[in-house]
């Protein structure tokens, strides 16, 4: 059975550990990433929020190989039975399904710290996400999250600070001030559902350009 992908052009894939058949993730994959996944024998997915081709592990180490990929009978949706290095969970955790609905409580704990395989940066925004479904009224972001002219008052005044803390200020200060303009602009991308990584692919992308360039090619 072929996949349309004009019709479908985005597919939800589940990854499931091939010994104890396990659901470890959800992801999607593109006509590309299923391309990649069968070519290399490794799973490749389509990151929305990344808006990017990602192979899975390609920062942790901690990837998927495929040992089986099947489809279902409406050809829409994407099974792949895989040996799992590592991790599965930004988390640490061995699969992203470790919150039980029914007992009210997480069922899995980390078995890999998260920042010793993922950037400071990265495992701050995926924190900032988890935040959304805070209860307990005490979560700082997700009030920042629900009130978006908060949001944007914030990351004003916290770019006005590290102004000020740049031309007065001492050095510590002027890292806990950028510290906090970091956090809040992250709160900012994750409003928009935008990974961090899109940032870096535009700071890639201004590599071998001056500023004055640009500026100008804005313009146009």
Known sequence: MNIDWKKNPLLPAIAQ??????????AYM??????????????????RSRQRIWK??????????????RIDCDADT?????????????TGRKSCFFTSVSEGKEIATPSVDPSSVYSVVDTLY????????????KSWTRKLLE?????????????DELAV????????????????LLYHSLVGLASRNLSPDRVRQELQRRFG????????????
């Open 147 to 159: 009130n978006p002219e908060l949001l944007r008052s914030k990351i004003r005044e916290e770019a």
């Open 56 to 69: 899975k592990g390609e920062s942790s180490g901690h990837t998927q190989r495929i040992v089986d990929l």
């Open 126 to 137: 995926h924190t900032i996400l988890e935040r959304r479904n805070d209860q307990s009224g």
């Open 78 to 90: 994407i099974l792949l039975l895989v040996e799992q290095k590592g991790v599965a969970c930004h």
């Open 165 to 180: 803390a740049i031309e007065k200020e001492s050095d510590e200060q002027v890292i806990y001030e950028a510290a906090d």
């Open 209 to 220: 350009k001056s500023g004055i360039e640009e500026k100008e090619s804005r313009k146009n």
């Open 17 to 26: 550990d091939v010994g104890s058949l396990e659901v470890l993730m959800l």
């Open 30 to 47: 593109n006509e590309e990433a299923y391309r990649l996944s069968l070519e290399t024998g490794y799973a490749h997915y389509f990151s």
